[in-house]
């Protein structure tokens, strides 16, 4: 075994390397007696807002309540379909289930993404939307899809769970549809400390609604306007990540560096394919949720890195969301069956040095070399 140790993703850190900060904000909202629905969460919701140009943002307790709010508070009804990227987590297909619509599959394109002509081609009478996910911190080709739904007259909404801060055509992730759900998970680029999301939105009377279902129903001033539910932000989860926020770009930064070290060091490799590296005159600028690629011999890479002490991780547990059969889905798409049995991840975080990415690149060229 290796001196040499590299988790996948360090859980404590998020803790220890800003303790004092988290105290000093723990103590501040609890000694106000404020923890729900109060300052702290009305001045992030204006931050999110204001980093993502987007017109409004409300707090929820996680993505998926997010995406399920904004589909009820447009209106999904029973049997409608909304196409979806098969590389996504199931929660996307499963948002649009509980809101009583149909999630509709389909394969992946170059980039991993969903592909264009297969949303085309899945279109049917029955189909009201169209959900892509903004997956690993990349965002779609939106102008793509935006002109398919202006075309098929149909409403689109975002996964942007992963993406956040990044862009398409210098547009923010979440801002392309009629409303879009960030993920504050711990691990996320931007994370906090436990179980939080978004809802970014740009119409007034939408907002409105989902200001509404968030809160039992309640609007802005309290009014009990139409049934709801609990999903609020607390202000304590919403002070840390107005603290972390402020530093957002720097932690971007260097993650695009991190992704920029893998392309130099494991580029040449035949036996892989990377991820889009950073490039200032692409189209995305991708905030690397994420590291995935995919590998030949990808099982044994794994357990290679892993008697070598580096972390690593098959998103989804290996599935894509139409494999899980028994949920009902039936569909054959082989660009995404390709990719699931050659993906995995590599660490993609701020605790990892220079020198670990050094050791992590010099082991799998070793695998490959060997």
Not at 37 to 62: C, H, M, P, R
Not at 70 to 88: P, R, W
Not at 231 to 241: E, G, K
Not at 325 to 336: D, E, K, R, V
Request: proline residues 3%; hydrophobic residues 40%; contains cysteine.
């Amino acid at each position: 075994m290796s001196l040499n140790k590299v988790p996948f993703f360090e859980y404590p850190r998020l803790w220890s390397d800003d303790r004092e900060a988290f105290l000093s904000i723990i103590d501040d909202v609890s000694s106000s007696g404020g923890f729900i629905l109060q300052k702290a969460v009305s001045d992030f919701e204006i931050e999110l807002a204001n980093y993502t140009s987007a017109n409004y943002s409300v707090g929820v307790g996680n993505a998926t309540d997010g995406m399920e709010i904004f589909l009820e508070a447009i209106g999904v009804n029973v049997g409608d379909e909304i196409i979806i990227s098969s590389h996504t987590m199931l929660a996307t297909a499963s948002a649009i289930k509980v809101a009583g619509g149909v999630p509709i599959p389909v394969d992946i394109g170059y980039d991993n993404l969903i592909e264009i002509q297969s949303i085309e081609d899945a279109i049917t009478a029955n189909t009201v939307g169209i959900m892509p996910t903004q997956l690993n911190g990349r965002v779609c080709n939106m102008e793509a899809i935006l002109a398919i739904a202006k075309k098929h007259h149909l409403f689109v909404v975002e996964d942007a769970a992963q993406a956040l801060g990044a862009k398409y055509k210098n547009q923010h992730a979440g801002t392309f549809g009629l409303a879009s759900a960030i993920s504050f998970f711990p691990a996320k680029v931007l994370g906090c400390l436990g179980d939080a999301g978004g809802v970014l939105v740009n119409d007034k009377d939408l907002y409105h609604k989902i200001y509404q279902i968030h809160d039992h129903g309640r609007d802005n001033d309290g009014e009990i306007i139409r049934w709801g539910r609990n999903s609020r932000l607390d202000n304590i989860q919403a002070a840390i990540l107005s603290y972390k926020l402020k530093s957002y770009n720097d932690v971007i930064s260097r993650r695009r560096e991190i992704a920029q070290m893998y392309q130099d060091r494991l580029g040449s490799l035949e036996e892989l394919d990377l991820p889009e590296p950073p490039s200032k005159f692409s189209d995305n600028f991708d905030v690397y949720q994420n590291y995935e690629l995919q590998a030949d011999r990808r099982d044994e890479l794994k357990t290679y890195l892993e008697g070598k002490n580096i972390g690593t991780l098959i998103q989804w547990g290996g599935k894509a969301v139409h494999q899980f059969t028994q949920l009902g889905f039936n569909q054959s798409l082989p660009s995404a069956e390709r990719f699931f049995k050659r993906c995995i991840m590599l660490p993609m975080n701020v605790f990892i040095s220079n020198s670990d990415i050094d050791y992590i690149c010099e082991t799998v060229n070793l695998f490959y070399r060997r």
